[in-house]
């Protein structure tokens, strides 16, 4: 049913320009661009699963960097063609059993994962609309941002607050459970506490820094990736004012409804785009097509490496909701 919407989303895009034009200008792209922008979206796999290791090994030291990128670029491989991103369900399962830890603590680090990712994506778009002046044409889409980033924010201050003052948090927590049937308190009690675990990168401020810094990297990888792809298609924007209609763009697709984003990435990037000035809509579009198909084979590719490792190299614990607190 969504796959559906999403293939009516495209096809009403494609209804507005000439599918004939979109092709043409796809089968003139620089491969030299597209090569780039390949080895781009590559990168942002390994760097991601770099960066989810210096987060893990604040509570899970036997986490490996091969696991990590593996699990990685298999969560991201089903982002590419599933709804809702799936492939965060997928990454917190297979990476407990791998670094002994519970699957509340992996969900933690995942979430410290996405809180970076909208800080980092903001820091990108207000240095590119400092560098490029474009921000006050962008009309109503940094209201969109500015939301997001202040959600994360809220989500990363209570975080901070709760891993800082555990047993206060796991007091409350506690009082909650009592209240419920005691199979489900009793998980309800463990899981909060394995969760608090997986929030211990935010008790380390250099571990933080060295997250951040590494968050940064993992999106200018797609920002390039994006650029590169716009690039081979046509020379027009500046590269301050590309970089930050691409950084906005990134930020649009943090929830994804369709599968794979079919329609809804082809809509968002032909609105943002054309917001900053780029002509004409079948170029645009194409441009979109082209990222899009490319960031799938991508991840794709990346997905069948990281399951062959994951093959290889299997895991000696099983999957757990908590592990054992030692005394």
């Not at 044409?137 to 201050?157: E, M, R, Y």
């Not at 994804?256 to 780029?278: D, N, Q, W």
Request: charged share 10%; with cysteine.
């Amino acid at each position: 049913m969504l796959l559906a919407i999403g293939l009516l989303i495209l096809y009403g895009v494609l209804r507005t320009v000439h599918p004939a034009e979109v092709a043409t200008a796809i089968r003139g792209a620089n491969l030299g661009w597209v090569l780039i922008a390949e080895a781009a979206f590559l990168a942002f796999i390994v760097v991601r699963g770099w960066r989810w290791l210096v987060i893990l090994r604040a509570s899970a030291p036997r986490a490996r960097l091969g696991d990590a990128t593996s699990v990685t670029g298999i969560g991201f491989a089903l982002n590419a063609v599933s709804p809702f991103k799936l492939g965060e369900l997928l990454r917190i399962g297979a990476i407990a059993p791998r670094a002994g830890i519970g699957v509340g603590e992996a969900s933690a680090t995942v979430v410290v994962e996405r809180v970076l990712d909208v800080l980092a994506l903001l820091v990108i778009a207000i240095g590119a609309a400092a560098f490029s002046g474009a921000g006050s044409h962008s009309f109503g889409l940094w209201s969109g941002v500015v939301v997001i980033a202040a959600i994360s924010v809220v989500i990363a201050v209570v975080a901070f607050l709760a891993v800082s003052h555990p047993q206060p948090t796991l007091a409350m927590i506690d009082r909650i459970a009592k209240r419920l049937p005691a199979s489900v308190g009793k998980f309800v009690d463990n899981f909060a506490a394995s969760v608090l675990k997986g929030f211990a990168s935010l008790r380390s401020p250099r571990r933080l820094a060295v997250a951040g810094l590494l968050s940064l990297l993992v999106w200018l990888c797609i920002v390039v990736g994006l650029v590169a792809f716009f690039r081979a298609l046509t020379p027009q924007l500046s590269l301050a004012t590309l970089a930050l209609a691409c950084t906005i763009f990134v930020i649009s697709q943090a929830i994804s409804i369709t599968p794979g984003s079919v329609g809804t990435y082809e809509g968002f990037f032909l609105l943002v785009l054309s917001t900053f000035g780029a002509r004409p809509a079948a170029l645009v579009t194409a441009v979109a097509v082209l990222s899009h198909v490319g960031n799938i084979l991508i991840l794709l590719l990346a997905g069948a490496v990281g399951a062959l490792w994951l093959r290889v190299n299997r895991p000696s614990l099983p999957v757990r909701l908590e592990r054992p607190v030692p005394s």
